[in-house]
T-cell receptor
Framework: GAVVSQHPSRVICKSGTSVKIECRSLDFQATTMFWYRQFPKQSLMLMATSNEGSKATYEQGVEKDKFLINHASLTLSTLTVTSAHPEDSSFYICSAGTSGIGGTDTQYFGPGTRLTVL | SQELEQSPQSLIVQEGKNLTINCTSS?????LYWYKQKYGEGLIFLMM?????EEKSHEKITAKLDEKKQQSSLHITASQPSHAGIYLC???????????FGKGTRLHILP
């Protein structure tokens, strides 16, 4: 089946630094990738939708200058948390979808990245 | 904007008992998804429902989508400790749309 990987799985950084999280579709081409974040004991919240080769669409309330998303290829999307602060500590999950017959039927989730900002 | 209500938020069930989790959308859905998660880990896809009145089963878990495609229920029969976790319903209103999630249901199984 389709596999989506995320790297790193866990990262600890100092406040003020930037952190990049990668999301890769390993055996399929993902025309659309989604980024979610999850706070402890809460559900997933969609942050943004990225389409290959175009600018990401951010959900209301998500700072696009703080959470930079790049979808440079059909198999890779990156989320960069710039000038990270402790309140950015969270679990970030990406998902990759394929267009075509499957549509959102074929959206696959990565294993997530736990970010801790000290 | 689309809202997805999931209930109950938390559920404690004696092992062997049946249980039901509900998910209701304010809009007609293209697809309704059920996932299981342990916090800090990825999502485990359980099943996806698309057709009004559709019902799917996987082992002891059954999910149904109502005819209007706005409400779904997840039913676990004869619950086991392995069923414990967070159950999330997700929904998309269009074929290429993003999936919006409910707040989740924390299921605890008592031995």
């Amino acid at each position: 089946g389709a596999v989506v990987s995320q790297h790193p799985s866990r990262v600890i950084c100092k406040s003020g630094t930037s952190v990049k999280i990668e999301c890769r579709s390993l055996d399929f081409q993902a025309t659309t990738m989604f980024w979610y974040r999850q706070f402890p004991k809460q559900s997933l919240m969609l942050m943004a939708t990225s389409n290959e080769g175009s600018k990401a669409t951010y959900e209301q309330g998500v700072e696009k200058d703080k959470f930079l998303i790049n979808h440079a290829s059909l198999t890779l999307s990156t989320l960069t948390v710039t000038s990270a602060h402790p309140e950015d500590s969270s679990f970030y999950i990406c998902s990759a979808g394929t267009s075509g017959i499957g549509g959102t039927d074929t959206q696959y989730f990565g294993p997530g990245t736990r970010l801790t900002v000290l | 904007s689309q809202e997805l209500e999931q209930s109950p938020q938390s559920l404690i069930v004696q092992e062997g008992k049946n249980l039901t989790i509900n998910c209701t959308s304010s809009k007609t859905l293209y697809g309704l998804y059920w996932y299981k998660q342990k916090y800090g880990e990825g999502l485990i896809f359980l099943m996806m429902l698309q057709k009004g009145g559709e019902e799917k089963s996987h082992e002891k878990i059954t999910a149904k989508l109502d005819e209007k495609k706005q409400q779904s229920s997840l039913h676990i029969t004869a619950s086991q400790p392995s069923h414990a976790g967070i159950y999330l319903c997700g929904a998309a209103t269009n074929r290429d749309d993003k999936i919006i999630f409910g707040k989740g249901t924390r299921l605890h199984i008592l031995p």
